[in-house]
């Protein structure tokens, strides 16, 4: 088994395995309540396989992608986290999902892993914490507001696989302020900008 990305006292991190997919779709299919909340549905046949496959878009910039295995002490798998460092913003580490079955939420299981990601993310350099969150899933609203999350954007009308929602996007500054977060994010829109209007113009001129 590949060495634990990082650890809390109940659920060790590490790399998912193709082998361990079957696994997490049984998961999924006993414990539908996230599914039914955020996606109108229970969980696909080949949800698991779907989430195991995602990769971040490829317009976008990004440093290394983890689709994490969460054991507990016995070595058995217990639900699933995706996180992608540098996800559109160097220095902002995207928790993309946190998966954990129902009977393992209110037991503090949740926060610790949180503070374990939270250490790990911080020691690589990461200096704000990002994710979305579906408005309509106020449990999971509720706990990031709790963790020190600050809903940064609201957007709406967005499929998130079979249902249409409002999504929050949600910030946790750690080393870096909110106010830089936002200026940096303001800068690279400003070069994505540039960049488009300088192929439309390169594409333009080629035509001539």
Same mark, same amino acid.
């Given at each position: 088994?590949?060495?634990?990305?990082?650890?809390?006292?109940?659920?060790?991190?590490?790399?998912?395995?193709?082998?361990?997919?079957?696994?997490?779709?049984?998961?999924?299919?006993?414990?539908?309540?996230?599914?039914?909340?955020?996606?109108?549905?229970?969980?696909?046949?080949?949800?698991?396989?779907?989430?195991?496959?995602?990769?971040?878009?490829?317009? /976008? *910039?990004?440093?290394? !992608?983890?689709?994490?295995?969460?054991?507990?002490? @016995?070595?058995?798998? #217990?639900?699933? +986290?995706?996180?992608?460092?540098?996800?559109?913003?160097?220095?902002?580490?995207?928790?993309?999902?946190?998966? /954990? *079955?129902?009977?393992? !939420?209110?037991l503090?299981?949740?926060?610790?892993? @949180?503070a374990?990601? #939270?250490?790990? +993310?911080?020691?690589?350099?990461?200096?704000?914490?990002?994710?979305?969150?579906?408005?309509?899933?106020?449990?999971?609203?509720?706990?990031?507001?709790?963790?020190?999350?600050?809903?940064?954007?609201?957007?709406?009308g967005?499929?998130?696989g079979?249902?249409?929602?409002?999504?929050?996007?949600?910030?946790?500054?750690?080393?870096?302020?909110?106010?830089?977060?936002?200026?940096?994010?303001?800068?690279?829109?400003?070069?994505?900008?540039?960049?488009?209007?300088?192929?439309?113009?390169?594409l333009?001129?080629?035509?001539?």
């Amino acid at each position: 088994m590949p060495e634990a990305v990082f650890a809390s006292a109940d659920l060790a991190a590490h790399p998912l395995r193709a082998e361990q997919v079957p696994a997490l779709q049984a998961l999924f299919s006993a414990h539908p309540g996230y599914f039914r909340t955020v996606n109108g549905r229970d969980a696909l046949p080949d949800e698991a396989q779907q989430e195991f496959d995602e990769r971040p878009p490829p317009h /976008l *910039p990004w440093r290394e !992608h983890h689709h994490l295995a969460l054991l507990d002490r @016995h070595g058995r798998l #217990q639900g699933t +986290a995706v996180v992608t460092e540098d996800l559109c913003t160097p220095g902002c580490t995207h928790l993309g999902l946190l998966w /954990l *079955p129902d009977p393992l !939420h209110g037991l503090g299981i949740g926060q610790r892993w @949180h503070a374990a990601y #939270q250490a790990w +993310a911080r020691q690589r350099g990461a200096r704000w914490l990002r994710l979305g969150v579906v408005e309509a899933n106020t449990r999971a609203a509720d706990f990031w507001q709790r963790l020190g999350y600050q809903r940064l954007r609201v957007r709406e009308g967005v499929d998130t696989g079979g249902r249409v929602n409002t999504l929050w996007t949600m910030l946790q500054p750690l080393d870096g302020g909110l106010d830089e977060y936002l200026e940096r994010r303001s800068e690279e829109h400003t070069s994505e900008l540039q960049s488009r209007l300088h192929l439309v113009c390169r594409l333009l001129l080629e035509k001539k």
